[in-house]
Nanobody, 127 residues
Framework: QVHLVESGGGSVQPGGSLRLSCTAS????????IGWFRQAPGTEREGISC???????FYADSVKDRFTISKENGENTVYLEMDRLRPEDTAVYYC?????????????????????WGQGTQVIVSA
C-alpha cells in the first residue's frame, strides 16, 4: 500500500520561496509517476507539476518558470521548489501518485486523479 507524506508548507510573503517534500513508501522500485497538486478554497484540485514514469516533467502554465519539481529515487522523495510565490499560490498542496508499473506521462498524471494522496500541506502567500 502506497503512503505519501508531505512537509514544508507554511506562510511566506509574496516573492518568497518554499520547498515542499513528499516521501513515498510502499513502492518497490522507481517505476511510478508522482506529482504535486493543489486546491484553493472553493476550487477543484489541480495538477501543477508532475514527473512521469519515464522521468519526464510537466508544469502547469500558472507555475511554469517559478516552480521546479525533482525526485530523489534512492530516497523515494519528490520535491517542489517554489520561487517568486504569489498570493494566488495560496492553497493546500498535495502529493499524488498512482500504482507502480502503470505508465503515465507527466502531463497525463497531472490531468488525472491519482490513486494515492498525501494528507496535504498548507501554503499561504500573504503580505
Amino acid at each position: 500500500q502506497v503512503h505519501l507524506v508531505e512537509s514544508g508548507g507554511g506562510s511566506v510573503q509574496p516573492g518568497g520561496s518554499l520547498r515542499l517534500s513528499c516521501t513515498a513508501s510502499g513502492f518497490t522500485s522507481d517505476n511510478y509517476a508522482i506529482g504535486w497538486f493543489r486546491q484553493a478554497p472553493g476550487t477543484e484540485r489541480e495538477g501543477i507539476s508532475c514527473i512521469g514514469t519515464s522521468g519526464s516533467t510537466f508544469y502547469a502554465d500558472s507555475v511554469k518558470d517559478r516552480f521546479t519539481i525533482s525526485k530523489e529515487n534512492g530516497e523515494n522523495t519528490v520535491y517542489l521548489e517554489m520561487d517568486r510565490l504569489r498570493p494566488e499560490d495560496t492553497a493546500v498542496y498535495y502529493c499524488g501518485a498512482d500504482e507502480e508499473g502503470v505508465w503515465y506521462t507527466a502531463m497525463g498524471l497531472c490531468h488525472s486523479h491519482p490513486g494515492s494522496w498525501g494528507q496535504g500541506t498548507q501554503v499561504i502567500v500573504s503580505a
